[in-house]
């Protein structure tokens, strides 16, 4: 979805280093999410948000930070990358404000950590 | 946590063939929704479905609430079907909002 973008959309780092994901948004949506996927699986959530000040985590957080600068912007970090965050990383967003729940997720970023 | 399976996990069809895909899950729902993800991996929204019937186009989704399963019927595949199909379901008794995927029906269809 176009109103979802995601910068970078491919990176390929060194193991220890930091690197930050970043997601944007128009669709003026409260809610923004941080989702990885790995080959064959579905995806799994990293960190959510469901507005500026509340920032919760998800399945599978540790080794991964985030910040939510503001309502249409949600960023990830690595602090100190391991190859085994090789993976398609999703940002998504949604609102309990509209009649439906739907998420809606930007292109993703593939990240190589080798 | 809520559990949510799909089946088959591949499936190959010849252009024109139609096919149901199947969903299950262990636990009420808020929110079921089934995505598209393309050979590039780009994930698009089919519907969103947490109960009822809907129809777009050749696809049409089925969610069965109360007996915890959601079907999607493709009718007259394309080459352009292609892809991984994800089913996901918001944890009702959890953190509402967060999706919980299924890990997926690859799809390929052959010209």
């Known amino acids: 979805d176009a109103d979802v973008t995601q910068t970078p959309r491919n990176r390929i780092t060194k193991t220890g280093k930091r690197i930050m994901l970043e997601c944007s948004q128009t669709?003026?949506?409260?809610?923004m999410y941080w989702y990885r996927q790995d080959p064959g699986l579905g995806l799994r959530l990293i960190y959510y948000s469901f507005d500026v000040k509340d920032i919760n985590k998800g399945e599978i957080s540790d080794g991964y930070s985030v910040s939510r600068q503001a309502q249409a912007k949600f960023s990830l970090s690595l602090e100190s990358a391991i190859p085994n965050q090789t993976a398609l990383y999703f940002c998504a967003t949604s609102t309990r404000q509209g009649p439906t729940d739907t998420q809606y997720f930007g292109p993703g970023t593939r990240l190589t950590v080798l | 946590g809520i559990q949510v399976e799909q089946s088959p996990p591949d499936l190959i069809l010849q252009e024109g063939a139609n096919s149901t895909l199947r969903c299950n899950f262990s636990?009420?729902?808020?929110?079921l929704q089934w995505f598209h993800q393309n050979p590039w991996g780009q994930l698009i929204n089919l519907f969103y479905?947490?109960?009822g019937t809907k129809q777009n186009g050749r696809l049409s989704a089925t969610t069965v609430a109360t007996e915890r399963y959601s079907l999607l019927y493709i009718s007259s595949s394309q080459t352009t079907d292609s892809g991984v199909y994800f089913c996901?379901?918001?944890?009702?008794?959890?953190?509402?909002?967060?999706?919980?995927f299924g890990k997926g029906t690859k799809l390929s269809v052959k010209p």
């Open positions: 636990d009420s729902v808020n929110n």
């Open positions: 669709k003026g949506h409260d809610r």
């Open positions: 479905i947490p109960s």
């Open positions: 996901a379901v918001d944890d009702y008794g959890g953190s509402q909002g967060n999706l919980i």
